[in-house]
């Protein structure tokens, strides 16, 4: 199983703006719309962010934004917070009997 | 709203099945997919595979030999069972609705199995 490959860590100070890139292939990321991407603390379950691509589910901050180029997705959070550090994975939907495939993770770190 | 509850033994002895119920609340468990992802302690995370409730599954190659899923509408419940465990197979087991093919939501809590005699 290939896993999309993320940097590994992230650094902002607060207000500032951050971006996370999820590279992949054209049998995933670049083949579809399907890119999601979830926030996760210490200790806690993965929540979701943003999905396909660049919609964003009721209740998460506008803050919070992604897109697409080629076989690179990108989550950007502006207005960096104190709260927004975590761990943040990206998934896609592949076209290998995988079905789906995860990042790597990125740490996000708020100076 | 829909709030997912994994359950199981935390301990498994190596070779063995683990197994472990994921019970759905606040909705119903028809017409939706129900994913297995799991996290060993540091790393990432690995889909295991789903279930339609129709039966249906889907199974992540790297473990499909060793993975079989089930569900039972009446009680709102699937279940995953993965035979001869070693400790590789530690890991934080999360189940999630799978709105197939564009999200993971929303996920259980997690439970934490290990592998070890």
């Known amino acids: 199983q290939s896993a999309l490959t993320q940097p590994a860590s992230v650094s902002g100070s607060p207000g500032q703006s951050i971006t996370i890139s999820c590279t992949g292939t054209?049998?995933?990321?670049?083949?579809?719309?399907?890119v999601s991407w979830y926030q996760q603390h210490p200790g806690k379950a993965p929540k979701l962010m943003i999905y396909?691509?660049?919609n964003r589910p009721s209740g998460v901050s506008n803050r919070f934004s992604g897109s697409k180029s080629g076989n690179t997705a990108s989550l950007t959070i502006s207005g960096l917070q104190a709260e927004d550090e975590a761990d943040y994975y990206c998934?896609?939907?592949?076209?290998?009997?995988?079905?789906?495939?995860f990042g790597t993770g990125t740490k996000v770190t708020v100076l | 709203q829909v709030q997912l509850q994994e359950s199981g033994p935390g301990l498994v002895r190596p070779s063995e099945t683990l197994s472990l119920t994921c019970t759905v609340s606040?909705?119903?468990?028809?017409?939706?997919?129900w994913s297995w992802i799991r996290q060993p302690a540091g790393k990432g995370l690995e889909w295991i595979g789903r279930?339609?409730?129709?039966?249906?599954?889907n199974y992540n190659p790297s473990l499909k030999s060793r993975v079989t899923m089930s569900v039972d509408t009446s009680k709102n419940q699937f279940s995953l069972k993965l035979r001869s465990v070693t400790a590789a197979d530690t890991a934080v087991y999360y189940c999630?609705?799978?709105?197939?093919?564009?999200?993971?939501?929303?996920w259980g809590q997690g439970t934490l199995v290990t592998v070890s005699s």
């Open positions: 999630a609705r799978d709105s197939n093919p564009s999200k993971f939501d929303p």
């Open positions: 606040g909705g119903s468990i028809s017409s939706y997919y």
């Open positions: 279930i339609y409730t129709s039966g249906i599954t």
């Open positions: 054209s049998s995933d990321v670049g083949g579809y719309k399907y």
């Open positions: 396909e691509v660049s």
């Open positions: 998934s896609s939907y592949t076209s290998s009997s995988t079905l789906y495939a």
